[in-house]
């Protein structure tokens, strides 16, 4: 069984994924009220890879036999100034997520919870790549930001969905 530590930390950070799973979909939403389909998309996308984190914690713990708790979560901001906004938010949560990953794998090997500590790699590895993609976006966002359709051209372009991961962990209820 993992280290009680890190089975709390991790429940709470089923909360973190949920709730960042709420956020993307009200940057979805608000890109598609201005009819920005790729964007809206991209954004619908990145709520459901959130819930999928949430799920694999979930699922981890479950085959580790220890307690899940599923936590609420705060409201998720849905009112942006305009359509950089948005990004910059996803952005910070990414970092911020980033920073909550690496908490939990420093608890794992402080509790040398060996297989809690390889659990998280991969979502190590999944983190370099979400702060990189949301960088980029947000570059692109701030110099097209008057013109739409060059933000959407990039997003149908550059953020095409890849496959599925092999190396994922397995997601609760998938």
């Not at 984190?53 to 307690?67: N, T």
């Not at 990953?101 to 370099?128: G, P, Y």
């Amino acid at each position: 069984m993992p280290a009680e530590r890190f089975v709390e930390q991790l429940n709470a950070q089923i909360g973190n994924e949920f709730a960042a799973h709420q956020q993307y979909i009200a940057c979805a939403v608000y890109f598609d009220a201005l009819t920005m389909p790729q964007m809206a998309g991209f954004f619908y996308g990145q709520a459901t890879e959130e819930r999928d984190h949430a799920m694999m914690m979930v699922q981890y713990l479950i085959d580790q036999d220890a307690p899940v708790t599923i936590p609420g979560v705060a409201a998720p901001q849905t009112v942006f100034a305009d359509l950089v906004a948005p990004v910059v938010l996803a952005l910070e949560q990414e970092k911020r997520v980033t920073t909550q990953i690496n908490q939990l794998t420093k608890i794992a090997r402080e509790e040398s919870d060996f297989a809690s500590d390889q659990f998280m790699q991969w979502f190590i590895k999944e983190q370099v790549e979400e702060v990189a993609t949301m960088s980029d976006l947000l570059n692109v966002v701030r110099r097209s930001r008057d013109n739409i359709e060059a933000i959407e051209d990039y997003i149908q372009r550059e953020q095409r969905a890849g496959g599925a991961d092999p190396t994922a962990p397995a997601i609760a209820g998938g």
